[in-house]
């Protein structure tokens, strides 16, 4: 099983990457976090984005209890 949750940031998104890494570890599932950046911006501002929010994923992967230790994928 797969879930994925999706995230900008805000704390209300981190409330629900908690409760994403409760279910996916309560039913055994891989859990996919994903954030979307807007690519009509200069390219240069695309690829800032996308690296800055594949770091904050990956923090949140490490600073999240709920998904530590996780079988996991990040997005962005």
Not at 36 to 43: A, F, G, K, L, N
Request: glycine share 2%.
């Amino acid at each position: 099983m797969k879930i994925l949750a999706a995230t900008d940031f805000s704390t209300r998104s981190q409330r629900a990457l908690r409760r994403a890494g409760l279910l996916a570890r309560n039913v055994a599932a891989e859990l996919t976090l994903v954030h979307v950046v807007d690519d009509d911006q200069p390219s240069a501002i695309v690829r800032l984005e996308t690296r800055e929010a594949r770091r904050y994923l990956a923090e949140q992967m490490t600073s999240i209890a709920e998904l530590k230790g996780l079988q996991s994928d990040s997005q962005s």
